[in-house]
């Protein structure tokens, strides 16, 4: 009973009290929405880099910085056939693709375009993403061969064949005949090793590339790892390729490593300082609005003063009239708290809707959740903010004395 | 029944500090009350009415003397044991009615027995028969600011009486009401004189201190006689 009056005494300053509720809601939404974007981000990021494959890595050339059995710092290094062959042997190497690149004509009957041709190996799918329309990749069997074919980026398929399927057709690289076997589909967001948008690529066998254009050092090496750490695995690639070239086996100049694991970490940090960022920024939204009740409710107390004095005469003991108010501040946060979140809810059930139609981030596909555990922690955050906006108010009341109740309004 | 009065003081004495004045609100207050019996207080403002009336109603205590209250002495009690002396032995009238004004009648009357912790069916029937007794059965329902200043009061005095308490310590009970509501005032108190209550009325109407067996009269914060 006592608790509904201390509500009506609170609620006599109606404005007041919705613009405070307001503000919790504000801050609770913020919180929850904010970290509902980053936790969902989070995920979907990381399940399309995983989906990318992580533990692989691109090793690029590099120019050696320490001179070592004879051979004088700043040797230029080139990857070599014998190089790839040395690393697929290594135990945890899963697969290994080298990428070569050159810059060509092609033609079909009377039409000619100028591309990227990357000769790559069978494996290169599994390291590299290129979304295929039609047709197929290169296989093994055109890696032993040497076949002659060709799969097509998708404005090259055009310049040469408008929207007909190519799949099937011969084109001209110089004076060799090639037979189109597949072609990628359209995207803004697949790009060679060498920054080339994959619409604008063809590619060949890596060893009819060596025909083709003999001499060509691959530009880098693709491989992904199986039972192994990345740093060891780094560890040991250079140094067979130090020991093949006579190099010093830790100069760390030698190639340059860049992987998706770290590409992963770099994202995953940046979305999780985000979340933290987020997340402060509704903190303090919360922390001002519980200000704003502990203000609300000192004001209330000071209005109800003689009626303090009044309940502490009768009987009241100070910790009763201190524990109602505590229960008055935790009330309120968790009121607007709730309302916040149920906003939340809703706007992120509507974000959900909408985010899935808007191809904002190409093949990431961006979503929000609010899972069980944040929302524990939301309302742990809340009681928290209404403790602390009702304990200062609580003790005051507290401090009343019961000759207060003689004073005269 | 026992022999020693229901209120004993000795020598009592207090003090404020205002700064660095210190103000003597009380000094060397000797008297004794005895149970049944109808007492008036009187004195100009600023004389230590009421400042006597918070220490005898136990709101506040001494800083000087001892201060028997039903043979306990009050002035060695701490905050728990002086609430709980209020709640079960005394009831207060206030000029200004102190009601909440967000409960009904009926609400107000119960209030101090949810500090006994009384289930609401109980505290509410208690409500009923003091409401009934000061002739307000058919208000218990209505908010204090549907009620006439008198109503209002006569609920004061049935919130004051629903702990059957063995002192009624009123301070100026009839100040803010017309003669004819003061009368029923009065009247109500002499019904609870003839069931033994001890009242105390804090007033500057000598009129209203007639009425009474024993004037207690203070002027400077000392007993004039």
Same mark, same amino acid.
């Given at each position: $009973?006592?608790?509904?009056?201390?509500?009506?005494?609170?609620? %006599?300053?109606?404005?007041?009290?919705?613009?405070?509720?307001?503000?919790?809601?504000?801050?609770?939404?913020?919180?929850?929405?904010? +970290?509902?974007?980053?936790?969902?981000?989070?995920?979907?990021?990381? !399940?399309? $880099? =995983?989906? $990318?494959?992580?533990? =692989? $890595?691109?090793?690029? *050339?590099?120019?050696?910085?320490?001179?070592?059995?004879? @051979? +004088?710092?700043?040797?230029?290094?080139?990857?070599?056939?014998?190089?790839?062959?040395?690393?697929?042997?290594?135990?945890? %190497?899963? @697969?290994?693709?080298?990428?070569?690149?050159?810059q060509d004509q092609l033609k079909y009957s009377s039409k000619s375009t100028s591309l990227h041709i990357s000769g790559v190996d069978e494996n290169y799918l599994a390291l590299h993403p290129v979304s295929l329309k039609t047709g197929r990749f290169i296989n093994a069997h055109d890696i032993a061969n040497r076949s002659d074919v060709i799969i097509l980026g998708s404005e090259i398929s055009k310049a040469l064949f408008k929207n007909k399927n190519p799949v099937g057709q011969w084109v001209n690289l110089g004076p060799f005949a090639l037979q189109v076997v597949g072609m990628a589909k359209a995207s803004q967001n697949q790009f060679s090793l060498y920054e080339m948008p994959n619409n604008y690529l063809a590619w060949l066998p890596a060893s009819l590339f060596n025909i083709l254009?003999?001499?060509?050092? *691959?530009?880098?090496?693709?491989?992904?790892?199986?039972?192994? !750490?990345?740093?060891?695995?780094?560890?040991? %690639?250079?140094?067979?390729?130090a020991q093949a070239k006579h190099l010093d086996p830790t100069d760390q100049a030698l190639v340059k490593f860049s992987s998706n694991d770290a590409a992963l970490k770099a994202v995953t940090g940046f979305f999780h300082g985000l979340e933290w960022f987020l997340g402060a920024l509704g903190g303090i939204t919360l922390l001002v609005a519980s200000f704003g009740i502990a203000n609300m409710m000192l004001l209330a107390i000071r209005r109800a003063t003689p009626m303090i004095g009044l309940r502490m005469a009768l009987g009241a003991l100070p910790y009763q009239i201190a524990r109602n108010y505590l229960i008055e501040g935790l009330l309120l946060s968790l009121v607007g708290g709730f309302v916040g979140f149920l906003f939340s809810l809703l706007v992120i059930k509507a974000a959900n809707l909408i985010l899935p139609n808007i191809n904002l981030f190409g093949p990431v596909h961006l979503f929000l959740i609010l899972s069980w555990p944040l929302a524990l922690f939301i309302i742990l955050i809340l009681a928290v903010v209404g403790l602390c906006a009702g304990i200062f108010p609580a003790l005051h009341a507290a401090r009343i004395q019961p000759v207060e109740a003689l004073r005269h309004e | 029944m026992n022999n020693y009065p229901l209120i004993h003081c000795e020598n009592i004495y207090k003090d404020y500090q205002l700064g660095q004045v210190s103000v003597h609100a009380l000094q060397d207050i000797n008297l004794s009350i005895d149970k049944g019996e109808y007492v008036a207080v009187l004195g100009a403002s600023g004389s230590g009415k009421s400042t006597l009336m918070s220490i005898l109603g136990c709101l506040d205590q001494p800083t000087g003397g001892h201060y028997f209250f039903d043979g306990v002495d009050v002035s060695r009690?701490?905050?728990?044991?002086?609430?709980?002396?209020?709640?079960?032995?005394? /009831?207060?009238?206030?000029?200004?009615?102190?009601?909440?004004?967000?409960a009904t009648a009926l609400d107000n009357v119960a209030l101090p027995l949810i500090y006994r912790g009384m289930k609401l069916q109980e505290r509410q029937a208690r409500a009923r028969i003091e409401l009934e007794r000061v002739g307000l059965a058919d208000r218990m329902l209505h908010h204090p600011s549907e009620l006439s200043g008198g109503q209002q009061q006569r609920v004061a005095i049935a919130r004051a009486l629903v702990t059957k308490p063995k002192l009624l310590l009123a301070d100026e009970p009839t100040g803010n009401l017309? #003669?004819? #509501? /003061?009368?029923?005032?009065?009247?109500i108190f002499d019904a609870c004189l003839k069931e033994g209550a001890t009242i105390i009325v804090v007033t500057h109407d000598n009129q209203l201190a007639k009425r009474m067996q024993k004037t207690l009269r203070l002027q400077d914060g000392k007993l004039v006689r």
């Open positions: $009973m006592e608790l509904r009056y201390l509500l009506k005494e609170i609620f %006599v300053d109606r404005l007041r009290v919705l613009l405070t509720l307001l503000a919790i809601a504000w801050g609770t939404f913020a919180i929850s929405f904010m +970290l509902a974007v980053g936790q969902g981000f989070l995920k979907s990021i990381s !399940g399309f $880099m =995983s989906q $990318m494959g992580s533990h =692989s $890595m691109v090793i690029s *050339p590099g120019i050696s910085s320490m001179s070592f059995q004879g @051979n +004088l710092a700043g040797t230029i290094i080139s990857f070599t056939p014998k190089d790839i062959e040395a690393l697929k042997h290594l135990a945890f %190497v899963k @697969n290994l693709s080298a990428e070569y690149s050159m254009y003999p001499g060509q050092a *691959p530009k880098f090496l693709l491989l992904s790892i199986k039972g192994h !750490g990345e740093k060891p695995a780094q560890k040991t %690639v250079l140094a067979v390729l | 009690l701490n905050t728990k044991q002086l609430a709980l002396i209020r709640n079960q032995k005394i /009831g207060f009238i206030f000029q200004a009615f102190h009601l909440m004004p967000y017309d #003669s004819a #509501s /003061g009368k029923d005032i009065m009247a």
